[in-house]
């Protein structure tokens, strides 16, 4: 079955340190995967997305993600993170043959403490 | 600018009544998508649409219904039968190709009264 997991609901981390942010996917065709980002009350904001190519992949914001196919993991990453990081991150995926539909994690909010 | 809108960002719904939310785009994309949001719980499906005139059920339709008249415009009516409404709504549309990732509107925070 396809799926995607965010492991951790909440991740705390204190203003200019890094945070790493864990997804993990289940699939039996080829996927493509993207991060977004939302803020309270807002819709989402897609952050960056892994179609081909090179596994690291930069999006806004200073966020970046790696593609890992034999971990089946796009974990997303800063190096510093900032106050108005503050939001809740989702991870999805689509799928190269078969539906459109895009499989959403359950969400991970980070808050960023000063 | 080309966006997606969603309205009202708010509403208030009495038990046994039916409402309606708004969702236009004029992104030109062919296809659109209704999610509910709930703590906790990320964004679960409820219809989406890959085509003028033509709509699917997504996860969790009952309830809830659709129609997809004109390009621009994807409105969900909330229905008395839907026992637990109180959520947040996002309407989200993207062309009809698997890597080209979504764009939302800022949603509409529904609550019964």
């Known amino acids: 079955a396809q799926s995607v997991t965010q492991l951790d609901s909440q991740v705390p981390v204190f203003e200019e340190a890094p945070v790493e942010l864990r997804c993990n996917y289940s699939s039996s065709v080829s996927v493509y995967l993207f991060w977004y980002v939302q803020y309270p009350n807002q819709g989402l904001q897609l952050l960056l997305k892994y179609l081909s190519g090179s596994t690291l992949v930069k999006g806004i914001n200073g966020f970046e993600a790696e593609f890992n196919k034999s971990q089946t993991s796009f974990h997303l990453r800063k190096p510093s993170v900032h106050i108005s990081d503050t939001a809740e991150y989702f991870c999805?995926?689509?799928?190269?043959?078969?539906?459109?539909?895009?499989?959403f994690g359950t969400g991970t909010r980070l808050k960023v403490l000063a | 600018d080309g966006g997606i809108t969603q309205s009202p960002k708010y509403l208030f719904r009495k038990e046994g009544q039916n409402v309606t939310l708004s969702c236009e785009q004029n992104?030109?994309?062919?296809?659109m998508y209704w999610y509910r949001q709930d703590p906790g719980q990320g964004l679960r499906l409820i219809y989406y649409s890959q085509i003028v005139n033509d709509f699917q059920k997504g996860d969790i339709a009952e309830g809830y219904s659709v129609s997809r008249e004109k390009k621009e415009s994807f409105p969900l009516t909330v229905t008395s039968a839907q026992k637990n409404p109180t959520a947040f709504y996002l309407c989200a549309s993207a062309q009809n190709t698997p890597n080209y990732g979504y764009t939302f509107g800022s949603g509409t925070r529904l609550t019964v009264v």
């Open positions: 999805a995926v689509s799928f190269t043959s078969g539906t459109y539909k895009y499989i």
């Open positions: 992104l030109n994309h062919d296809a």
